[in-house]
């Protein structure tokens, strides 16, 4: 994993980015540059705009105003055509899997193969699947199980499987190892790590996981009210002075608490 951002252009950009439901300001005025390679984790509270944030990304919202940039290009507005596009540069892991029950494991992973390739064949997507699987530690035997013959902690794989089938440029995690016992979870983090590194994809996730957090992440932002109020590496998350991160990361507030923007 990267310690640092580089230099190189982001290969996501949020510029002042901002999203309200009614009177509810969910966003305001998010900036964060995510550099090519860079794993970044965004934490906060329930509620804080984390998820929002990640569907305006993936263009399942839109966001009120501000900039949202892949690769140099802003992504706001596209075409259904250009947008999918974009969307076919990312791979997704999903909180609770979604995972199809009416399709063996396999399928589940060759999923987004096949839908962006109608000339794939089925025993050719079959293999894509079964070299995924294997990527995050599957033997083949589990490629025509059901997903409800698993454990939660192998459907979590699988789900990392497909994230990582189609080679995204870019890979998003969303609270990756919520429902997992820490063994499983420490699992899940490692897999993540090496996906990352070994096919060099840049990765956001958002997560309540400190531990996760400080294990995968190059740098942690956390959402505060809707506003990133702290960025850095993260092996500083725990020496910040910031009073909403400590709170957040200990379960404890020193002394006042008082808005304040920390980079």
Not at 27 to 56: A, F, H
Not at 63 to 81: F, H, N, Q, T, W
Request: charged content about 25%; aromatic content about 4%.
């Amino acid at each position: 994993m990267n310690n640092t951002p580089t230099s190189a252009a982001p290969k996501i950009r949020l510029k002042d980015m901002t999203k309200s439901f009614g009177p509810k300001s969910v966003l305001t005025g998010v900036s964060l540059d995510i550099s090519p390679g860079e794993s970044v984790v965004v934490i906060g509270g329930s509620g804080t705009g984390k998820s929002v944030m990640l569907k305006c990304i993936l263009g399942i919202m839109e966001p009120d105003a501000g900039v949202v940039e892949v690769d140099g290009e802003k992504v706001i507005g596209l075409s259904p055509v250009k947008r999918d596009a974009v969307n076919a540069k990312f791979g997704m892991l999903f909180q609770g899997g979604a995972l199809f029950d009416s399709l063996p494991v396999w399928e589940n992973v060759a999923f987004g193969l096949m839908a962006r390739n109608r000339r794939m064949s089925r025993d050719e997507a079959r293999t894509h699947a079964v070299e995924s699987l294997a990527k995050v530690g599957l033997t083949p035997d589990v490629a025509d199980l059901a997903p409800s013959e698993l454990s939660g902690g192998m459907q979590k794989r699988v789900g990392l499987a497909r994230a990582i089938a189609s080679k995204p440029d870019i890979i998003f995690f969303d609270e990756p190892t919520t429902g997992l016992d820490p063994i499983m979870a420490d699992v899940i983090n490692d897999l993540i790590i090496t996906c990352v590194r070994d096919l060099k994809i840049t990765a956001l996730s958002i997560t309540h996981d400190m531990h996760s957090a400080r294990k995968i992440g190059d740098r942690i932002a956390m959402l505060h009210e809707g506003k990133l109020i702290w960025i850095g590496p993260a092996a500083d998350v725990d020496k910040t002075d910031n009073p909403f991160v400590q709170q957040f990361v200990h379960g404890r507030a020193e002394g006042p608490i008082k808005m304040q923007v920390r980079r």
